[in-house]
């Protein structure tokens, strides 16, 4: 009879998996060839094979709990891209803008629903505090896919999604506080809640300095690459559990854990492998969510659900704006970040069943307000699309006059960032009579460059729109010449699924760029003063009255070695892989046969 329970359990699981994953991969490549993101397409894949849709899957509560892990995993892998002191230089906006947004969005849409809606005054706060929080699930992927992450914009949304994170803690002790029902003698008290979080928070830090760091240099002295994944999983799951057991955020502490990484020389390796488990279990929370949508209650008071969402996003993104400005953020990307965060977010979920468990709202109201929360959700992409179609107006207007690549003639390359580097790269392949598209963002460079006799077309070359507006699909290579470190993988991506049969070069700001870039399939990257870096070097050697084949050796030797630290670097993420292959004052490249004795000869004579 158990075997029995056991086969059909198993035939469920699979069946259910096949149906889901199906319905993902159709819904999110049919909105994905249209622009309108992925997150939509698994929300709207959800709806159909859920409950109130043709019901082929019965019971997406339990997925939820499974797919929750893809939060997990997603501030874990964005811990890792904050080291203590550069999460120190965010106090600010995460405890100034933070507090505020959490405080003013929550008592005005608070104050929305005991108007609009006829609650009692406890019942509007349940619902119009968790109404503040944002979908930390939709903005930080969104974030990280277009490299804006670690830009002063995308440090300031993170900062705020951050805080809301650790708001949950008094949110749920205001619940607690407000609440009808009787007293659970096992629940937590709000007080015993705030010391549970500061206990964990300073226990996960200490391990991390003294457990989580040296376990790695375990874990990397065996160089097995599936230790790595282990130990990673095991990290964050540790992590989590430990917050769990205290009815505390397992996503805050998988995100301290990360943190306590971000330094780590492994933090690159490790990031690409957990990456995948976050990719997978995202899309599954948001189908899980579509299907937890109750279309009943939509249809039942359809105005309500569309209005109230409206009204939210309305709301939370002027409200934003409006502190964003008292904060001294410029008009344009104020804008932007009450648009991203404007949405409500899926932690509103717990707390909705948190006021049910406490007397203060109906099972009904906690379905029609957690149909708003994902109706919300819903409209991100379409939110994000008239931001960039602002950011396309605002553009527009520091490029008056200037031409598009949209005119420009068929070529065989396209140059991105017609500058110092570009234009030396340009200018080679024109010595060879190859046809060259130029593009450039700076409006005074290509009036600069029109002097000179030479047509630069103005826009945003590592947009897929603009580049294929340039010929991009026809070209036989596009080489990225910006700089800074902003285009990195994760940016380049799209670009080379768009464009397959153009080899992709880029200019990498330094080692650790040049590392990053590894993930890529790119045809070319180089550090932009690493070859200015080996002529000084070769010049210096000379002065000192070395023969020319001894430079060359010593040029060879280091180039050779640097690549194969570099290489090597790349597979571990550890930045100290071949340090051994380093030239130091006690690691010197052995003399030749011919030429001088030693280098402390020429130096002494």
């Given at each position: 009879m158990e075997a029995h329970q056991a086969a059909t359990a198993a035939e469920l699981v699979l069946r259910d998996g096949v149906i889901i994953l199906g319905a993902a991969l159709v819904f999110v490549m049919v909105f994905r060839r249209f622009g309108l993101g992925a997150v939509l397409g698994y929300l709207l894949a959800g709806a159909l094979i859920g409950p109130d849709g043709l019901a082929l899957i019965s019971a997406p509560e339990e997925m939820l709990h499974i797919a929750d892990f893809g939060i997990v995993l997603l501030l874990f892998l964005v811990g890792l891209e904050l080291n203590p002191a550069r999460l120190w230089r965010l106090k600010q906006d995460i405890f100034g803008l933070g507090l505020l947004q959490v405080t003013v969005c929550g008592l005005a849409i608070s104050g929305l629903?005991?108007?609009?809606?006829?609650?009692?005054?406890?019942?509007?706060?349940?619902?119009?505090?968790?109404?503040?929080?944002?979908?930390?699930?939709?903005?930080?992927?969104?974030?990280?896919?277009?490299?804006?992450?670690?830009?002063?914009?995308?440090?300031?949304?993170?900062?705020?999604?951050?805080?809301?994170?650790?708001?949950?803690?008094?949110?749920?002790?205001?619940?607690?506080?407000?609440?009808?029902a009787p007293v659970d003698p096992n629940a937590p008290t709000g007080l015993q809640l705030t010391g549970y979080t500061i206990g964990a928070i300073v226990g996960l830090v200490a391990a991390g300095r003294f457990l989580i760091n040296p376990l790695f240099r375990l874990v990397g002295r065996v160089a097995e690459r599936e230790l790595f994944i282990v130990a990673g999983l095991f990290i964050v799951l540790a992590s989590a559990a430990v917050m769990e057991s205290l009815h505390l955020s397992t996503a805050l502490g998988a995100f301290i854990a990360g943190v306590m990484l971000a330094d780590s020389p492994y933090r690159h390796e490790l990031e690409a492998d957990i990456d995948p488990f976050r990719s997978i279990l995202l899309g599954m929370f948001f189908v899980a969510v579509g299907m937890l949508l109750d279309l009943d209650a939509i249809a039942a008071r359809p105005l309500f659900v569309i209005g109230m969402a409206l009204a939210l996003i309305t709301l939370k993104a002027v409200l934003l704006f409006g502190l964003a400005r008292l904060f001294g953020v410029e008009r344009r990307k104020a804008l932007k970040l009450g648009l991203l965060l404007s949405q409500g977010g899926e932690f509103a979920f717990v707390l909705f069943a948190a006021a049910q468990s406490a007397a203060l709202i109906a099972p009904e109201a906690a379905t029609l307000f957690a149909a708003v929360v994902t109706v919300s959700m819903a409209s991100t992409p379409f939110l994000m699309m008239v931001n960039d179609w602002l950011d396309r107006r605002s553009r527009a207007g520091d490029g008056d006059g200037l031409d598009g690549p949209e005119g420009s003639p068929d070529s065989c390359?396209?140059?991105?960032?017609?500058?110092?580097?570009?234009q030396t790269v340009a200018q080679m392949l024109m010595a060879k009579g190859i046809s060259v598209t130029l593009i450039d963002s700076k409006p005074s460079q290509i009036e600069v460059s029109g002097s000179f006799g030479l047509?630069?077309?103005?826009?945003?070359?590592?947009?897929?729109?603009?580049?294929?507006?340039?010929?991009?699909?026809?070209?036989?290579?596009?080489?990225?010449?910006?700089?800074?470190?902003?285009?990195?993988?994760?940016?380049?991506?799209?670009?080379?699924?768009?464009?397959?049969?153009?080899?992709?070069?880029?200019?990498?700001?330094?080692?650790?760029?040049?590392?990053e870039m590894g993930a890529a399939d790119i045809k070319f990257a180089v550090r932009e003063v690493f070859e200015s870096a080996v002529l000084m070097g070769r010049e210096a050697l000379t002065a000192f009255g070395f023969e020319p084949d001894e430079v060359s050796r010593v040029e060879q030797e280091y180039r050779d070695r640097d690549r194969e630290r570099l290489e090597s670097q790349s597979r571990s993420g550890n930045l100290h892989a071949l340090r051994e292959r380093m030239f130091t004052p006690d690691n010197r490249l052995a003399d030749a046969e011919k030429g001088v004795d030693s280098a402390a000869q020429v130096v002494d004579g």
């Open positions: 629903i005991y108007v609009a809606a006829g609650f009692s005054v406890a019942a509007s706060l349940a619902i119009g505090l968790p109404l503040a929080l944002s979908s930390t699930a939709q903005v930080l992927p969104s974030l990280r896919s277009d490299g804006t992450i670690n830009t002063p914009d995308g440090e300031r949304a993170f900062s705020v999604l951050l805080f809301q994170d650790l708001s949950i803690v008094p949110l749920i002790t205001i619940i607690a506080a407000l609440s009808r390359a396209i140059v991105v960032g017609y500058g110092r580097f570009g047509k630069v077309y103005y826009g945003d070359g590592t947009r897929l729109d603009l580049l294929r507006l340039a010929g991009a699909n026809e070209v036989r290579a596009i080489l990225f010449c910006l700089d800074g470190k902003w285009l990195n993988a994760h940016r380049l991506e799209p670009i080379l699924e768009a464009f397959p049969q153009a080899a992709i070069f880029v200019r990498a700001f330094d080692r650790l760029h040049l590392m």
